[in-house]
């Protein structure tokens, strides 16, 4: 069974950074293929691709918040951790951590298991 | 990049069919044939119904079902039941080795 769950801090002041960790469980990291992602969701709003990570270290980020971004992994622990620096009152939202989809021994560029997400908000 | 350009709302009877678009340009939908279509339900994460354009993950009834043309591409809801009622995004792979996700569009059951 394939779970992800994210976790973090609910509340962070504007200019701090925030740190989210994905735990996940029922695959692995080091598998050929495997991805992690970040996608955000303000209120009501629409889905935001952040950042992905690959099994090889591959780092991928959205060039509208690339310069605050950074996402890492620890393969032994089943985790990858986004950090994103200079938090505004505009990144309040719901932070999903989502598997880059895979079926059988293929993957394909879409997310097929998400996290449950984790509210996020910004506010002094 | 820029979102990708979904209908803000649809809406159909039980029964009828109805086709939600998603716009990209050629270096996202156009390019390849990486589009994904996502349900939300609220208060809830999104789940994958539809990926590489066509294609269903196991589970997914065959009443959904999606389709490219050039920039644009569909997710296509037959047979429509009043539990499909969800807001739905596309995504796609883009030409830089990211992806972009649609506005989302709010399906309406009536």
């Known amino acids: 069974q394939i779970t992800l769950k994210e976790s973090g801090p609910a509340l962070v002041k504007p200019t701090q950074t925030l740190t989210l960790t994905c735990t996940f469980s029922g695959f692995s990291l080091s598998t050929s293929g495997v991805g992690v992602g970040w996608i955000r969701q303000a209120p009501g709003k629409a889905l935001e691709w952040l950042a992905l990570?690959?099994?090889?270290?591959?780092?991928r980020y959205s060039p509208s918040v690339k310069s605050s971004l950074t996402i890492t992994k620890d393969t032994s622990k089943n985790q990858v951790v986004l950090r994103m620096t200079s938090m505004g009152p505009e990144d309040t939202g719901t932070y999903y951590c989502?598997?880059?989809?895979?079926?059988?021994?293929?993957?394909?560029?879409?997310?097929?298991?998400w996290g449950q997400g984790i509210l996020v908000t910004v506010s002094s | 990049q820029s979102a990708l350009t979904q209908p803000a709302s649809v809406s159909g009877s039980p029964g009828q069919s109805i086709t939600i678009s998603c716009t990209g340009t050629t270096s996202d939908v156009g390019v390849y044939y990486y589009v994904s279509w996502y349900q939300q339900r609220p208060g809830k994460a999104p789940k994958l119904m539809i990926y590489d354009v066509s294609n269903r993950p196991s589970g997914i009834s065959n009443r959904f079902s999606g389709s490219k043309s050039g920039n644009t591409a569909s997710l296509i809801i037959s047979d429509l039941q009043p539990e499909d009622e969800a807001d739905f995004y596309c995504?796609?792979?883009?030409?830089?080795?990211?992806?972009?996700f649609g506005g989302g569009t709010k399906l309406t059951v009536l």
């Open positions: 990570i690959y099994w090889n270290d591959n780092e």
């Open positions: 995504g796609s792979y883009t030409s830089s080795s990211t992806w972009v």
């Open positions: 989502a598997r880059r989809g895979c079926i059988g021994g293929s993957c394909y560029n879409s997310f097929d298991y």
